[in-house]
């Protein structure tokens, strides 16, 4: 699978010849241009990142006479012990739609749009993050809230992508974790999870 954020990253991945099914395009300001070169070239999921992104890219797909699959990001409110400006998890942060009630709406609004499927969630709590436990966090807001979905709008997801973000060793001081490190905590999370769920 290939991230892209951008319709220049899209188009670096076309003319590598990466299937576009296994691309996810997300961010936070992509174009009317770049979401209907996606649909046209069937990207596997979009990242929905707002409500006037819903909305602005179902008339794309209506227009195209497609449907889309999608994700919707969002900010499950968990603080990355980080720098301030790639903390992406707040309050007041420019990514996603709040976890609660706003998420709730943004995935009602997702599910009663005729041409877009509603395949999972996303989210993003910041980078450049050493602590493994704001990333266990992440993934126990996002499994209780994937459940809410599951329980209370009867809707069953396919994709939760937890994201990124893991410290890397640019200076000497830097601490930097393992991956593994991170990946055996937030799996232990998230099957601890599955298992509470059901």
Known sequence: WTDV??????Y???KAGIDPEHIVMHGNNKT???LTEAVRAGVGHIVLDGFDEIERLDLICQKEGK?????LRVNPLVEAHTHAAVQ???PDSKF???IGDEATKAVLDIKSRKNLIFDGLHCHIGSQIFDKAPFVLAAQVMLKFYNKIH?????TLTHLNLGGGFGVKYKEADAA????????DVSEAVHAACKEYG
């Open 5 to 10: 954020v951008s319709g220049g990253e899209f």
């Open 32 to 34: 009317p241009k770049e």
């Open 151 to 155: 329980t209370e709008l009867g809707k």
């Open 96 to 98: 996603g739609v709040i």
């Open 177 to 184: 974790v393992p991956y593994e490190d991170y990946m055996s």
């Open 12 to 14: 670096a991945t076309q």
């Open 67 to 71: 449907t889309q699959k999608v994700l």
């Open 88 to 90: 992406t998890a707040k």
